[in-house]
T-cell receptor, first 114, second 111 residues
Framework: GAGVSQSPSNKVTEKGKDVELRCDPISGHTALYWYRQSLGQGLEFLIYFQGNSAPDKSGLPSDRFSAERTGGSVSTLTIQRTQQEDSAVYLC????????????FGPGTRLTVL | GQQLNQSPQSMFIQEGEDVSMNCTSSSIFNTWLWYKQEPGEGPVLLIALYKAGELTSNGRLTAQFGITRKDSFLNISASIPSDVGIYFCAGRKFNNNDMRFGAGTRLTVKP
């Protein structure tokens, strides 16, 4: 079945490098979400897309974080000049229309910044 | 961001025992949700609650939306080894697109 997929599953990078994390939502889902899960913590909301636009960017922790979505489908989360505190699992979710529909999560990308 | 207080942080129980965990918040939420996350996977929705006072069951799972709209609990009856995982509560406010998550309850079930 075609659930939410994310790539890479694991990423190890050096401090100061840029990284790109990819999310492929479920086909036909117009809403897409990015969350960050730090060790022992709950999920922290980062950004929400409705189609290609991001009406809510309030959760992005700094201007080093950005995200885009093209064609109403694939989304990319970019972290520039990574820091050690960026190490976490980055989860993507999609839902049919809005946040009032169930969100289906991908398996996440585990980012380690050395 | 605003955080939900989830407890306990972890539980070690014997197979067959019942489990109870809860979430509280200082502010009101319009929807409470409970998710389960297994290693290497994203969270999966277990139960969604939309109305204050609502009590909903899903098999051996029962969850309630607190009457004050500031809390929720999840009960698991007659636990089995496959119940192992991290359980998260999440709250959503009306007209908000994001959910706030608790820090999770890590459940271990000993056969």
């Amino acid at each position: 079945g075609a659930g939410v997929s994310q790539s890479p599953s694991n990423k190890v990078t050096e401090k100061g490098k840029d990284v790109e994390l990819r999310c492929d939502p479920i086909s036909g889902h117009t809403a897409l979400y990015w969350y960050r899960q730090s060790l022992g913590q709950g999920l922290e909301f980062l950004i929400y897309f409705q189609g290609n636009s991001a009406p809510d960017k309030s959760g992005l922790p700094s201007d080093r974080f950005s995200a885009e979505r093209t064609g109403g489908s694939v989304s990319t989360l970019t972290i520039q000049r990574t820091q050690q505190e960026d190490s976490a699992v980055y989860l993507c979710a999609s839902s049919l229309v809005s946040s009032y529909n169930e969100q289906f999560f991908g398996p996440g990308t585990r980012l380690t910044v050395l | 961001g605003q955080q939900l207080n989830q407890s306990p942080q972890s539980m070690f129980i014997q197979e067959g025992e019942d489990v109870s965990m809860n979430c509280t918040s200082s502010s009101i939420f319009n929807t409470w949700l409970w998710y389960k996350q297994e290693p290497g996977e994203g969270p999966v929705l277990l139960i969604a609650l939309y109305k204050a006072g609502e009590l909903t069951s899903n098999g051996r799972l029962t969850a309630q939306f607190g009457i004050t709209r500031k809390d929720s609990f999840l009960n698991i009856s007659a636990s089995i080894p496959s119940d192992v995982g991290i359980y998260f509560c999440a709250g959503r406010k009306f007209n908000n697109n994001d959910m706030r998550f608790g820090a999770g309850t890590r459940l271990t079930v000993k056969p």
